[in-house]
């Protein structure tokens, strides 16, 4: 079986400082690693995926994750935080590139 | 507009009662997948085609849901005999066919209120 976990439901950071939405994850074999958002009113956007190689992966955005296999985190970063980027997070994992298995999401809460 | 598109948006039904929702995915996507969500949770995976085929099917996805992408174009989830628990955000999403990418494009949802 094969999933994530989001331990925070909400996060909040004031503008212009750093921020990070917690993911970690559960699977046999290699993971397949993903992050997308939610903004209010609009469908699911693709932010960025881990599959192989480089563990810092860059996204759309400003966004960035880093794959930490010893702790199985996918925790996702932004060196900088817009009121822009307020909307809800989603981390997901596959094993199969299709069948994504979904955590809960975090809703970001970015105030000026 | 050349996204996922989804119809209708909102579906209010009887307990009991069948729907259909129709899904358009981008038109270069020979890949299209359904997802379920509820309030307060993630997406969930019912099903995805490869152009007409349907390759996968979730274990959890009850006998009154079937889906069908005949011409292997817009796609159609239909309930029978809706229940309550049915009451969900209907997720719609294409993407090219490569190996394992998990790019999506998602569609904005059809909300089903089952009454």
């Known amino acids: 079986a094969q999933s994530v976990a989001q331990p925070e439901d909400q996060v909040n950071v004031a503008e212009g400082n750093p921020l990070t939405v917690k993911c970690t994850y559960s699977?046999?074999?290699?993971?397949?690693l993903f992050w997308y958002v939610q903004y209010p009113n609009r469908g699911l956007q693709f932010l960025l995926k881990?599959?192989?190689?480089?563990?810092l992966v860059k996204g759309s955005y400003g966004f960035e994750a880093e794959f930490n296999k010893s702790q199985t985190s996918f925790h996702l970063k932004k060196p900088s935080a817009l009121v822009s980027d307020s909307a809800l997070y989603f981390c997901?994992?596959?094993?199969?590139?299709?069948?994504?298995?979904f955590g809960k999401g975090t809703s970001l809460l970015v105030t000026p | 507009d050349t996204g996922v598109s989804q119809n209708p948006r909102h579906k209010i039904t009887k307990r009991g009662q069948n729907v259909t929702f129709r899904c358009d995915p981008i038109?270069?996507?020979?890949?299209l997948y359904w997802y379920r969500q509820t309030l307060g949770q993630g997406p969930e995976f019912l099903t995805y085609?490869?152009?007409?085929?349907?390759?996968?099917k979730s274990r959890l996805l009850s006998d009154r849901f079937s889906a069908e992408r005949p011409k292997g174009s817009f796609s159609t989830l239909e309930i029978q005999r809706t229940e309550q628990g049915d009451s969900a955000m209907y997720l719609c999403?294409?993407?090219?066919?490569?190996?394992?990418?998990?790019?999506?494009?998602f569609g904005e949802g059809s909300r089903l209120t089952v009454l």
């Open positions: 999403a294409s993407s090219y066919r490569q190996a394992n990418t998990g790019e999506l494009f």
């Open positions: 699977v046999s074999g290699n993971p397949y």
């Open positions: 881990y599959i192989t190689g480089d563990n």
């Open positions: 997901a994992v596959s094993n199969s590139g299709y069948a994504l298995n």
């Open positions: 038109s270069e996507h020979n890949r």
């Open positions: 085609f490869q152009n007409e085929a349907q390759l996968e």
